[in-house]
């Protein structure tokens, strides 16, 4: 089965730096994408790792270790506009490229 | 280029009707896939589509719910004699190719929500 853990929320300060954890347990993996959802919108992909290290993208970093099944999303510089879902997805291994999500990590910024 | 386009972005409808959500890929997608979100729930993947072919339906209930994404037009995904347990966000999303890389991601549409009576 598949099992993808991320907290529930968190809240931090406009200014600050986040960190949002996922573990996850899967029969295969290919590939751990993280997206961001605002309240009744799409997702938006946000980054995407399948080899272990830091990805940087701007005020965005996720970062991956395959051996530990942990990754983490960090936001730099956290923004009003970015109080959101953050979800954290799995491909996995068996060719048909579907992603396994986890609940979603509700962010909230606070002045 | 424009996103992934789904209609309606709203549908209500009363206990035994049928629903029809529609999906248009980005330009150049030809995967598509759907994704239900329940109320303070993640996303739960349904089916996986190239054109004419269902790759892959582990996700779809066994009844009532079916999905084509014929040559021409739009990906359909049909729930007939709904029930208040339908009632959830659709999302669809695409992808060029099945191998996804970082630059062949998933995007996804803005979703229909379903409301059952």
């Known amino acids: 089965g598949q099992n993808i853990d991320q907290p529930t929320e968190m809240t931090a300060t406009e200014g600050a730096i986040v960190q949002i954890n996922c573990t996850y347990q899967?029969?295969?993996?290919?590939?751990l994408f993280w997206y961001q959802q605002h309240a009744g919108e799409a997702p938006t992909f946000l980054s995407y790792n399948v080899l272990d290290g830091l990805e940087e993208k701007g005020r965005f970093s996720s970062f991956l270790s395959r051996s530990k099944g942990y990754s983490y999303l960090l936001l730099k510089e956290l923004q009003m506009k970015d109080s959101a879902s953050y979800l954290c997805a799995v491909r996995d291994q068996t060719g048909a490229n579907n992603l396994f999500f986890g609940t979603g990590t509700r962010l909230t910024v606070i002045p | 280029n424009a996103g992934v386009m789904q209609n309606p972005r709203h549908l209500v409808r009363r206990r035994g009707q049928e629903a029809r959500l529609r999906c248009s890929p980005m330009?150049?997608?030809?995967?598509v896939y759907w994704y239900r979100q329940l109320p303070e729930e993640g996303l739960k993947f349904m089916v996986y589509?190239?054109?004419?072919?269902?790759?892959?339906e582990s996700g779809m209930p066994k009844e009532r719910f079916s999905a084509e994404f014929p040559k021409e037009g739009p990906s359909i995904l049909r729930i007939q004699q709904v029930v208040r347990g339908d009632s959830a966000a659709y999302f669809c999303a695409s992808s060029p190719r099945a191998r996804a890389t970082k630059q062949e991601t998933q995007y996804f549409g803005p979703g229909t929500r379903l409301l059952v009576l």
């Open positions: 899967t029969s295969g993996f290919n590939g």
């Open positions: 589509l190239q054109k004419e072919n269902i790759i892959d």
């Open positions: 330009k150049g997608h030809s995967h």
